[in-house]
Nanobody, 124 residues
Framework: VQLQASGGGLVQVGGSLNLSCAAS????????MGWYRQAPGKEREFVAT????????HYADSVKGRFTISRDNDKNTVYLQMNSLKPEDTAVYYC??????????????????WGQGTQVTVSS
């Protein structure tokens, strides 16, 4: 499975961005897709995840109510709509995918495939 993330950029505080992650290859094996982010000098942290078939979603507390993860199964694409952006949202955002399982997966090691990352910068 190959993942291609896009949609990052520079935005002012309070602005919005919509990230996309297109999956290709053996997408039939994908069960969950998620978004993570990593700021300079910090560990990679969980942002949101969705189950590809059921649509179940789960968010980190820090983004709940501001970010929305969604999917388009026909396009094999997952989106992350980010609203009310804050300077602390500045990071490289990565999409990830995993095969099989029936739980909510939030740890990076639980994901089998990773995209290349897209930079999001929120300026004040």
């Amino acid at each position: 499975v190959q993942l291609q993330a896009s949609g990052g950029g520079l935005v002012q505080v309070g602005g919005s961005l919509n990230l996309s992650c297109a999956a290709s290859g053996s997408v039939f094996s994908v069960n969950d897709m998620g978004w993570y982010r990593q700021a300079p000098g910090k560990e990679r942290e969980f942002v949101a995840t969705t189950n590809y078939m059921s649509g179940r979603t789960h968010y980190a507390d820090s983004v709940k109510g501001r970010f929305t993860i969604s999917r388009d199964n026909d396009k094999n694409t997952v989106y992350l709509q980010m609203n009310s952006l804050k300077p602390e949202d500045t990071a490289v955002y990565y999409c990830a995918a995993r095969s099989s399982g029936s739980y909510v997966y939030t740890a990076p090691y639980e994901y089998h495939y990773w995209g290349q990352g897209t930079q999001v910068t929120v300026s004040s």
